[in-house]
């Protein structure tokens, strides 16, 4: 089943948004075995809108829009759809009531209850999140599935409604997983597995870069849910063979999620004292829902002086090492699980930039400290690359890294 | 100069990768002039990137291609281009020195050579970031031009060079301002514009929601910028006049760096005390350079026992009225700018889900507290929407936005 998607608006071509709804729905059609063979992107233009109609179809079995069913006179894909398949549009009584019932208690602008107008034979999927219902036209062995262009509307009409409509029509499916890498680059990565990349038929193996982590997809394409997971089984034990110890975690699970759900299996708790990262190691591990069974506190210790009051890092260190030294992430990392009476202290120090670099201590250089108790206070030294904010998000990936990696070695605490 | 944009790369159509590459290209394409009639998306595939050239150039003046410039079997749009024009390819010498140099001290991989091969008579765009030169073929009035796919080598390739040989080509620009709006929703922003945007012609006026705020986007076409700042002035003027206190600042000023700016010009400095935002609201403060002047210090108190250890918020107050309450969010600030000795004192606590909710506190309510040294201590609640991811970064920005509001109100204190 060919599909294109082609997403409908002036914004997407002005550079004005970025087009993840052709991402979210390449991704999903993916995962029930739909291919996709070309993304689209077309202004709120009724005359390209057309031609873009007859150019997908010329390839296409599925065509699946976003965008452009509001009411307003931007939004043009509902009547160019109907006129291309030569279809009337008529009132959708049950659109029409939802748009009501959505705005009960305010005043109905007129507008609004155009969404509720579809071509005529119709299959129709609610909106939960908003007012433009989604429209599939069936039409001479084509199919076009028109959706509305808010991410939050359009998710769960895909996933709720025209996945399954989709799903009865395809025969086989893809399974992906993605294992995620952290500690070494995408040349790296490829190198390591240079010969199952060049051998690679079904699953295939694809490495994608990301600020501060690898991610290498497998994707295996198969009658059904099983035997794609049969096909990628052998390939990623054998990723996992090579690269084992960089490999954090896999799919949607995030390097904090890791660390939160290993600090909880050791019956450990967690206090963060940070510095070039100011809060986001912190606001990482409480991004994971129900973290404070083992994580205490942070301490975002910008200054000298905060370093010294909060964490108990003494001013000598400070002046003979310099804030961005070993020493001091040591002492951060200590300092603030005693402060906080955690068993395990992480802390991270460095040089963000864009200033405040020397030829000794360049922008990019982080120092992460880490504390267990009943271990020796261990530290890692990164050169980081990029900007400030990458500088940071990267420091943050590898202190959370540093923990991951080291919280299960040798030597546990007595406790554990 | 009708271009379209044509990115190249299976890992898009499997949904691998948001195509940020042609947003960025088009919002900088916009801003010389030149407009885009469509974005194209195809995979690695030999035919169907020819059918694509074929298709691109029935309308358009100019291509701009990114991805497969690279040296491994995947990377086939140099290849197919030369094809496509009749030409052959020939080493660049000046792009193979660069290479050698490039891996100075390693060894240079067979293939990474295959990257200085042109096809004959191209202009040449160095890659200062990477190994793939950039490629321009002129050809019966056409042009096509080659970035490679990474944006850390594509962007500054394009900026530097690209986009000057593009303005060459142009008589006219598009001139953009981004007014960013906090605080109401994106159909309120829409309803009191809503004469404008009917109205609308050049400057274009398009609203767009993100998460926790609004941007319009006014865009003006004339000759030279000066003609089109002055077609920008009147409509953003109009805006303000009805949306002022919302309008927090323009383009690529972030709301950080607003609430930064304010507190150096009052020599204030600020510390931070978290809950649900967890050290978002520090790390935001962070993520503007040279902070330290004005940022002293954040505390991120999930538990109850941090808030009163750190932040001196009595036991009897959080079980009076809980940790998500108006009156702990005040002693949060309040204690958070003691603690820290710092002039300002900002605060969050709130549930962020998904679970923890109740009927009186939902998934979402959040209070900000705001002290601020001479003035009696302030709150705010909201009641954010979104997921827990959302729940958070919405109350951050409301939090700073509750800072950039009432700091420069009545009661300055003494020491302004």
Known sequence: MITEILTVGTEILLGNIVNANAAFLSRELAGIGVSVFR???????????????????????????????????????????????GLELEMHEESRQRIITRFAGRTLPESVERNALVPQGATVFPNENGSAPGICIESGGKILIMLPGPPHEMQPMFLNHAAAFLRGKTD?????????????????????????IDAQTNPTIAPYAKVGEVHVRLTASALNETAAHDL?????????????????????????????????????????????????????????????????????????????????????????????????????AEGAAKAANATVGISTTGIAGPDGGTESKPVGLVYVGLFIAGRETITAKFNTIGNRAEVRCRSTMLALDFLRRNLPLDNPPTEC
Chains 1, 2 share one sequence.
């Open 39 to 85: 993304h689209t992107s077309v202004g709120d233009n009724h005359k390209r809108l057309k031609n873009a109609f007859a150019n997908a179809f010329e390839k296409a079995d599925v065509v699946i829009t976003t965008g452009g069913l509001g009411p307003t006179q931007d939004d043009i894909t509902k009547g160019v759809a109907a006129e291309y398949f």
């Open 172 to 196: 086989g499916v893809f399974v992906s997983r993605t294992l995620k890498i952290i500690g070494i680059g995408e040349t790296a990565v490829e190198t390591r597995l240079q010969d199952l």
């Open 232 to 332: 990628l089984s052998p390939v990623a034990d054998e990723i996992y063979s090579r690269l084992s110890p960089q490999i954090y975690g896999e799919d949607e699970t995030s390097l904090a999620e890791i660390v939160i759900a290993m600090l909880k299996a050791k019956n450990q708790t967690v206090a963060v004292a940070e510095s070039c990262t100011g809060g986001l190691v912190s606001a990482d591990l409480v991004s994971v829902a129900g973290c404070s069974s083992v994580f205490l506190e942070g301490f975002t210790t910008y200054s000298n002086e905060a370093k010294i009051a909060r964490l108990s890092v003494s001013p000598s260190l400070l002046e003979t090492h310099g804030a961005v030294s070993p020493e001091v992430a040591a002492a951060m």
